[in-house]
């Protein structure tokens, strides 16, 4: 190695044994230790003795760049970067080599471990070399909040942020606030055997949101575009009309004359609502609202009975959609669950036999405000049911592609509280409870024993089917596991314990926001321990079922933490923005305009005319850069010199060089070394804006090297960078496999998407063992 | 999951099947009739050998012996240009798709049984990974005759209307390679969508959809009394549901209810008004086809005559 | 058993490793992803079964002895109970398979001249197909058909050629070429020294047992 300019410190985390259980630290010190090179080791180096390292030997060796051999930068890229500049040095001087989660998580063999991770660190020595110092970006932070999302995690949220003197926008689809919580009926308590009634708790928090000075409540209302950054989002919301105004004194007498009923999905579909209505007697807000759908004046009729008995004159049908602009500086997603769908499970004839239903139907079915009005009725005769048997994990703790991995956590308690509520109110009617493992856990337990108490009777084992014998009665077939009994089990009525899965809202909001969302489809969180209600985006945060299965108190615990974590970020006033976004060489611009395509709208002309781009809507991700003729744009910190720098120092014969865009496509190579799976050591991942900024120069750089193939993989379609980078991405492929000629066929590009992390490793895997990298 | 709308109509190497070549080859000409009227491409290759199917389950053949003789098969496809390897029996379906998914990942496999065609001096049977995918390459006839229900149902003759039917979905088609059928493979519809498109009425579902048929390769011949047994609770529940014609989709099924419905009514002293046919005889029969000639009735077991002659056929 | 017994007559189905777990993994005859210690002992295979619903074959405890790596599992007679149905392959929630799972377990016993009584009356079965190309259906099987089966079919059976001919189909089998190709190929394969290793293990049970009759009959 030729390396002359200033004095660089290596850093290299054991992490504990993470790390340095698989690679040798001392080999690797002694392998690339130079006089101009100092390299340290540190158990923890992210703990503040291990920081206190790094700052102190800034200082004594006179460090001007460091590279950081940890974990993946998407953990502590902030924190060292921080680190080293309460020493004085720009920010920018660093570099992390990934040896974690891209090399000792997923190559087991030390050897190979080892040699991988001397090359990744060359590689970062190589390129920090070449840094550049960046001006921080400063923005102040907008004072207010939005909470997306109204159930009980959004409600108790935006109810602390609102206490704590922080305006809050919440932002609800539907027409009342309340969410799953309100259609409970009862909640299971850790600390008591009873069961408490869940509007009795909901509903003065729904009221106090509907009157506080420091909440705007938007019901109805979806978000439709999120634009801007941490501190300073700029919010497009979209209020679908409700046909009714805000002075409706809900009195009720719309209803009463309304001659169209509807199915009631708040009471299991039950036809017992008119098409104009309030969802429950509690509703925030308390103004009825017609469902354009069946209402026979909006869907082309001449009706307008309901018009004529209004008082207040709150009947409106002309009320359109209405677009509403709103400044936030922190977002809360607290989008909430979806109840598994059940029908996935033909075997157990949901939807095929009526006295099959859910726990949240039998919610219901329970609940006093339910179309029952409380009383125990199966539904294909309202007939009190003698015989009830649950099935536990439908939808849950099953690998199969119907099912979801996880378990839902809450379901077992569900079941065990609607078994105590039947016993407690039904005595002649029998409850089984077939399950895998019963989850009470902590303190939950006392409520299990009690329910045991009981006498509900348990069955260890997953049924294998549930079968209609005449009159509607059933029958489900399980196996007794401790008995060894094939069971036939007669049922008047089968309650199925469904998944709770991530809401198809918060798969939407996900994407509006461009955060990472986890292999099941829940928002992933920054660190599970140390950041649990923080996003994969800065100012954003998640509480709630929108971030795993969890229960009503496990979610109010959360909510009031990402209320806390929102306040702490707005009252910092200010924040730094990551500098490595585009960057112009005005002397090479040519004014030709065609960088203006920016989608996120980033770039324009200044008073001067100049090109100008805006430094709090530019993600960096590469798509002007691509765009300019004349190279006149680059991303700061991704200077091709910078990146074949990094190449030379990385990549040995025989090795496969990845560009992975460093979203979607880092965090799922990420989640191979989470997920213990495993590729070749000879697969050398360099990290870039998207692949866009991806040149003829570096490949041939790389093949100059030996390397057998180069792979690019770029952001799925459907995020929101995804849609507009990868076409061009793929553009740029297609361009360099010509431009390469022959060695064009080792060339190859995909799409990576979190959940299929397997995929990618395979991909790695097979490229890495291809005879010809073809 | 397979699409409906991506299964092909062009390019079907029909693949012959031991079990209805020998027991009830009406199920062929009934497919090959069908096909004709429903303008399928597709070609029957006198080159094409036994899948092994029935020796591997019997747990004769090995993995290794199976897939050399399948890549032979994959082979002559190749070779004739119909890669849309069809079959009739459901073993074969399995076979064949395993086989292939195995030589496309197993890269020793793939060599160990390339060595032995180039010592052969077969050098022209060569499996070239990929050559062939185990999922856009492999079907069963019930899925073409699926995709052409609009076709099926326009051409009909017959008035099926009160004609009780219910379906039994062969087992190796959709629960092997469960992620990879058509619908969900805890409730099969595939056949039931075809009869419906004829105006069948059809029984959806019913207690032991899923069960086997009970012929369970061995099971047939050495544990004869257990595999009467599942047999006759599957009909038990068949009769249970009021039904008069089941259809099913693979040979092995067809002898199991066809053959042993006769068996079953003198061992366990019952008698069941059922009769039995293949999807694609049913097909065929509503297509126009002569019901000896053509569909082959005559071989089985049950005699449909009485029913043909309800439905308006005369035999 | 016999001196002939070999440790496995096919690396590819029953590869030998230290464990159960690991041979029934490494089979060929088990998909890549089959969850074997994942499993939960919950049961949804036994409830499926069909074998288990008429015999005292649990498909649950099979996983469960091969986990605990319980070798006498190859000699449970139970095993030869499985359909092949692939429903407990289906139905199981951690990608499990007992049906592949036993498969590997029956080559198993197969390898320890276990469960030949069954395979015996296969072997024409392998030497039929590498003549014609097609599978034939063992005498014995044929036979028990014949008993079972009224008129109507031992008619047809009679007739194949001619039902064939009218409903426009022609003969059965592979044409000319293909069957030696298809020798050839088994040969390669090692399919008939497997078979002729498993016929003279076959051999060497019966005369075993025709000793043991022997020495009964002396101590009588």
Known sequence: MSLSNGQIGVFICHCGGNISDVIDIQSVKQEIELDNISVFDCEYLCSNIGQDLIRKSIDKHSLDKIVIGACTPAKHEKLFRKCIEDVGLNASMLEIANLREQCSWVHPDNLAATNKSISLLIGKIKRVQLALPLTPIQVSINPNAMVIGGGIAGINSALNLANNGIHTYLIEKDVTIGGNTAKIGKIFSPEKLAEECAMCSLSPLMNEIGTHPNITLLTHSEVENVSGSAGDFKVNIRKKPRYVKDNCMACGRCSEVCPVYVENDFNCGVKDKKAISMRFAQSVPQVYSIDSDHCIELTGGECGICRNVCKVDAIDFEQRDENIELDVGAIIVATGFDEYDASKKPQYGYGVFENVVTQMDLARILGVNGPTLGKLARPSDNSVPKNIVMIQCVGSRDEDTSGNRYCSRYCCMAALKHASLIAKKYPDTNVTICYIDIRAFGLYENYYRAVQDMGISFVRGRPAEVVQKANHSLVVKVEDTLTQELKEMPADMVVLSSAMEASSGTKQIANILNVTLNEDGFVKEKHSKLKPVDTSRDGIFVCGTAQSPKDVTDTIAQSGLAAARTSVFISDNEIRLDPQIAQIDHSLCNNCDECFKCPFGGISKDVSGKVSINPLVCNGCGYCAKLCSKSAISIAGYKEEQIIAEIDGVIEKGDVLVFLSRGIPYATADNIGNSVAQYPANVKIVQVPTTTIATKAMIEHAFKHGSRAVLMVEEPTDNPIGAFIYPLAFENFKDLKNELGETGAKLHFKKAYIPHYRGLAEIFTSLAQMEDGK | MKQIENIPDRGILLFKSCLVSVEYPGIESSTTYAFDKLDVDYLVSDEQSCCTGLGYYFDLFDQMSTTAVAARNFAVAKKNGYTNITTMCSTCYAINKETCALLNSNEEVRSNVNTVFENAELDDLTYKQNSLDEVDNFYHVVEILLSKTQHIGKLNTIDFSDVHVATHHACHYYKVQYDDMIGNPNHPLLIDTIAKSCGADVVEWYEDKTLTCGAGFSQRHINRKMSLEVTHAKLESLKNAGVELVIHMCPNCQIQYDRYQPVIEKEFGTKYDLVHMNIAQFVALALGADPVKVCGFQTHSVPLDEFLDRIGISV | ?220
């Open chain 3, 1 to 220: 058993m016999t001196d002939m017994m070999a440790d496995t007559l096919s690396e590819y189905d029953t590869p030998i490793c230290d464990t159960l777990a690991e041979t029934v993994k490494k089979s060929l005859r088990t998909s890549d992803t089959i969850g074997i210690e994942r499993c939960l002992q919950c049961g949804a295979c036994t409830a499926s079964c069909p074998a288990a619903k008429f015999t005292d074959y649990n498909p649950r405890k099979i996983i469960k002895r091969v986990m605990e790596n319980d070798i006498s599992v190859i000699e449970d007679e139970s095993i030869w109970n499985c359909f092949y149905c692939y429903t407990c392959h289906l139905r199981c929630p951690r990608n499990n398979s007992p049906t592949q799972v036993v498969q590997v377990l029956r080559q198993m016993a197969i390898n320890k001249g276990i469960g030949l009584d069954k395979l015996e009356v296969l072997f024409e079965y392998g030497d039929a197909f590498a003549e014609l190309g097609v599978s034939k259906i063992p005498d014995l099987y044929v036979g028990q058909m014949e008993d079972d089966f009224d008129m109507r079919w031992h008619e047809f059976k009679n007739n194949l050629d001619s039902v064939r001919s009218e409903l426009g189909l022609g003969t059965v089998g592979v044409k000319d070429t293909g069957r030696g190709e298809i020798r050839a190929i088994l040969a390669g394969i090692g399919f008939f020294d497997r078979q002729e290793k498993l016929k003279q293990m076959a051999e060497a049970e019966l005369n075993t047992s025709d000793e043991k009759g022997g020495i009964t009959n002396e101590t009588n």
